[in-house]
């Protein structure tokens, strides 16, 4: 279909490994969001960007995590060393343009669990 | 498919009654705000939204107030249906270089047939 596209949707790793979540936005999206939800609560932003560019990372909460969107299209979310607090649902989302009166277009999320 | 919300605040109404849901924001400087529908295993999805130069905005079946004195948004539902089962989540959007969305922490509604 033509929604956002998020891959793997269930990822299993042990503790200390590194993950890669892929999202894949509606064609032509200029914004991009990368959302944290642990069960039984609201999404919580990590990550901004506007075409290629990070506008806001304020949201990642160490430097074990790290976004990109090279291209300005498919964004990529790498957490190293993986630790069971970052067992969450990854949410991704876009949105047409820029400006800030518009809604987000969710993925269906990338559920991780680390062991 | 996972279930989202165990442990939210819960509304529990019966099918056909009215639903109202209340949501607190916190930044004064939002300025565009809108009510997502999330269900079991899915990303959350639009319902209706509202710009801060407004204090009301219907939709089908779903009317969004909003009352920027005490920073407070409603979420009303005519004639709820059991399809309406789900999370529901306030957000607030403000700029920052950009724009970002804030969600509140969310209301799970169960429709009892």
């Known amino acids: 279909g033509a929604g956002v596209s998020q891959s793997p949707r269930y990822k299993v790793a042990k503790r200390g490994q590194d993950v890669a979540l892929r999202c894949d936005p509606i064609s032509g999206h200029v914004s991009l969001f990368w959302y944290q939800q642990a069960l039984g609560q609201g999404p919580e932003f990590l990550t901004y960007?506007?075409?290629?560019?990070?506008?806001?990372k304020s949201g990642l909460p160490s430097d074990r995590f790290f976004a990109e969107r090279p291209e300005g299209s498919v964004s990529t979310l790498k957490i190293q060393r993986t630790q069971q607090e970052d067992s969450a649902v990854y949410l991704c989302?876009?949105?047409?343009?820029?400006?800030?009166?518009?809604?987000?277009?969710f993925g269906e999320g990338s559920r991780l669990t680390v062991l | 498919g996972e279930s989202v919300g165990l442990h939210l605040p819960t509304l529990s109404v019966q099918e056909g009654d009215n639903s109202i849901i209340n949501c607190a924001y916190s930044?004064?400087?939002?300025?565009?705000f809108i009510w997502y529908k999330q269900e079991s295993g899915k990303g959350p999805q639009f319902i209706i939204d509202i710009r801060s130069n407004m204090d009301k905005r219907q939709g089908q079946r779903v009317t969004v107030l909003l009352n920027k004195t005490v920073k407070h948004l409603s979420l009303q539902i005519a004639a709820t249906q059991p399809g309406d089962s789900a999370v529901y989540f306030c957000?607030?959007?403000?700029?920052?270089?950009?724009?970002?969305?804030?969600f509140g922490a969310g209301t799970r509604l169960f429709v009892k047939a």
């Open positions: 960007f506007q075409n290629e560019a990070q506008l806001d």
């Open positions: 930044n004064s400087a939002s300025d565009y």
């Open positions: 957000a607030e959007n403000y700029r920052t270089g950009g724009f970002k969305t804030i």
């Open positions: 989302a876009s949105s047409p343009t820029g400006v800030n009166t518009g809604e987000l277009f």
